[in-house]
């Protein structure tokens, strides 16, 4: 497998490692990354499934504190680190390899005051069709882990008031209300993602709080392409934080 070292869609300095049979960080994570708020009451992030550490990476463009990032997959988590060294970030952002489901072990209740993560988007079914390729497929697929097994271990891991975060199909935006309040998630800021304007919503982003009361933010659509295909310009501008 070629290694390839490419620039970190814009941001000024950071690079990030990928392999292309695996696959490549996808837009997905830029636009979680913008979309958490953080401040400097901001302490202690974690991102879930965090693949060749994107969202570490941009986080360290608006925020000094400490990120730690799970990949289970260990192809996935030498890309990870090898991300994170070549931009000189080891003392901020460090990378575990290990499952998702085992971080009680490793940490107390309450050590986290952000959770974020780009989980897997699909239910593993009879009818699912796999990709050949297991690294693709576990990325893709609920096979190592499902939504409710990651919303309820943030719920663990999350401070009290603390933030979760999630990109996620819009699809299955009931479902994620349903898990996040059956673990004392309340879901504060939603925004929809449109491919372009007259298209239907495909992803959305929600940003939840634990232990809050009922109120929530449904913020301005979010178009990613204009008419002729190009970014607009809020993407480009995600894409120009940093310089």
Known sequence: MEKVINDLVGYKNLKIVQVNEYFNF???SVLLANFVNINDKTKN???LGTGNAPIPLILSTKTKEKIIGVEIQKEIYNLAVESVSINKLDNQIKILNIDIKDLLS????ESFGLILSNPPYFKKIDTSILNKNKVKTNARHE?????EDIISISSKLLVNKGTFALVH???????IIEILRKYRLEPKRIRFV?????SESNLVLIEAKKNT???VKVLSPLIVHDENSNYTKEILKMFERGD
């Open 26 to 28: 996808s837009l997905d």
């Open 45 to 47: 992030i974690l991102d």
């Open 106 to 109: 490793y940490y107390k209740c």
């Open 143 to 147: 096979t190592l882990i499902n939504l």
């Open 169 to 175: 199909r819009t699809e299955r935006l009931a479902e």
């Open 194 to 198: 449109f491919s372009k304007k007259d």
């Open 213 to 215: 009361n009922i109120g």
